[in-house]
C-alpha cells in the first residue's frame, strides 16, 4: 500500500513569493515532519484525527510554525496531537517561543521527547539520526513494510558523512539543498548544503530518488542572483532520478 508524500514548505530561512519553509506531511498517516510556516497548511490535507510532528531540530524556520496549531485543529476531533523531539529543545521551545509574553495560551498538544524509533501508522516505524549542524538537527529515516522515506534537512552534504549508511536503499530521500555550487565556504559556515555534494549522497546511498527542498528563498528570484538557481542538468549527471521539490508537490512511496 503506497503513501504520499506532500511538501507543505520547501524554503529554508525565510518564506518567499512562492514558497513557505520547511514542513513535510504524510496526509494518510497524520504525520508531519518539522513544522516552518508551510504548516498551516496542514488542515488542508488532514484525514486522522491523530497529529504527530516531528522536529528535526528547533530554529525559527523549522518550528514558527506551531504557533498555528489553533487553526488547523480547529473544529476537529482529534484524539491526540504530539510535538516530538530532542528533550532539551521541546523544553526550549516552551520556555522561549512560547513564552507567554510572546504566545499567551499553552498550544492544544502533548509534548514527546525523542527516546528511539517510534512506531507510527501502517505499520512503520521512524527513527532519527545526528546530523551535522550549528545547535544540532536530526536525520529521520521511515520504514514501511513496503516503502522507505528519508528526510534529511539542515547540514553539510558530504558523502563521506556518518549519515548516508543511515539512509541506504530509501526509495525516496528528501534533501536539503539550500546552496548551487560555488558556494561550500557559506554551506559549511551555516550547516547547510550545495548541489553537488547533495546529488553524491543520493548515488553513495543507492537512494532510489532524490527530491530537493529547504531552497534559498532569494534563488526564487532568478533577475537577482542567477548564481544561486540550481543546475538540475548538472545534477542529473550525477543521479539520473533528482527533481526539485516545490510547494504542493506529492510524491508516493
Not at 521512524?126 to 546530523?131: D, Q, S
Not at 553524491?200 to 548564481?227: S, W, Y
Amino acid at each position: 500500500m503506497s503513501r504520499t508524500l506532500v511538501l507543505l514548505g520547501t524554503a529554508g530561512y525565510h518564506p518567499s513569493d512562492v514558497r513557505q519553509t520547511s514542513c513535510l506531511m504524510i496526509p494518510e498517516l497524520g504525520i508531519v515532519l518539522d513544522a516552518g510556516t508551510g504548516f498551516y497548511r496542514t488542515r488542508e490535507f488532514l484525514q486522522t484525527s491523530t497529529l504527530d510532528i516531528f522536529l528535526s531540530h528547533v530554529h525559527l524556520d523549522h518550528v514558527i510554525g506551531l504557533t498555528y496549531l489553533f487553526n488547523v485543529v480547529d473544529r476537529r476531533d482529534m484524539q491526540r496531537v504530539a510535538v516530538h523531539g530532542e528533550a532539551a529543545k521541546l523544553a526550549a521551545i516552551e520556555k522561549h517561543m512560547l513564552d507567554t509574553t510572546l504566545f499567551p495560551v499553552p498550544l492544544p498538544c502533548q509534548w514527546l521527547p525523542l527516546t528511539g524509533p517510534v512506531a507510527i501508522g501502517g505499520g512503520g516505524t521512524l527513527r532519527t539520526f545526528p546530523l551535522k549542524h550549528p545547535g544540532g538537527s536530526l536525520g529521520m529515516r521511515l520504514d514501511f513494510p513496503d516503502g522507505s522515506l528519508a528526510y534529511i534537512t539542515d547540514t553539510t552534504a558530504a558523502k563521506s558523512a556518518d549519515y548516508v549508511h543511515e539512509i541506504r536503499g530509501v526509495d525516496l530521500l528528501i534533501h536539503e539543498c539550500n546552496f548551487a555550487d560555488g558556494y561550500e565556504d557559506w554551506a559549511e559556515k551555516t550547516g547547510h548544503s550545495c548541489l553537488t555534494p547533495v546529488c553524491e549522497v543520493a548515488r553513495a546511498a543507492e537512494a532510489k530518488r532524490l527530491v530537493l527542498v529547504h531552497h534559498n528563498p532569494v534563488a526564487d528570484q532568478p533577475r537577482r542572483a542567477p548564481e544561486l538557481v540550481l543546475d538540475l542538468q548538472h545534477a542529473r549527471s550525477i543521479f539520473p532520478a533528482v527533481s526539485m521539490g516545490n510547494d504542493r508537490d506529492q510524491f508516493t512511496f
